[in-house]
């Protein structure tokens, strides 16, 4: 009975370490503006209606979707992409680069 709890907390303790390695790490990225008060954080992007996207960031060079249900979209602009779900803003994600 102990060996099966000791090889249980073994386990438990072995993946416990290895998603702390794994560890997600969260960075705020910078979208290019079009208007001239600076540059937008993804804090600031997040949540925004389409037509407002278009009007901080102009037209995209591409639209992708919808896709699924519910509907996911993207945006493609020259250095990242915007994923909608129907209208509104879910992330934005940098190109990789290469």
Same mark, same amino acid.
């Given at each position: 009975m102990f060996s099966r709890l000791r090889s249980g907390l073994t386990y438990l303790a072995g993946s416990m370490a290895i998603l702390l390695a794994l560890g997600a790490q969260a960075?705020?990225?910078e979208v290019p503006a079009s208007s001239p008060?600076?540059?937008?954080t993804i804090e600031e992007v997040?949540?925004?209606k389409k037509d407002d996207v278009t009007s901080r960031l102009g037209d995209p060079l591409g639209i992708h979707g919808p896709i699924g249900e519910p509907a996911i979209?993207?945006?493609? %602009?020259?250095?990242?992409?915007? %994923?909608?779900?129907?209208d509104t803003v879910l992330h934005t994600v940098k190109k990789p680069r290469g």
């Open positions: 960075t705020t990225i008060g600076g540059e937008l997040r949540g925004l979209t993207r945006w493609e %602009y020259s250095g990242f992409f915007v %994923y909608f779900e129907q």
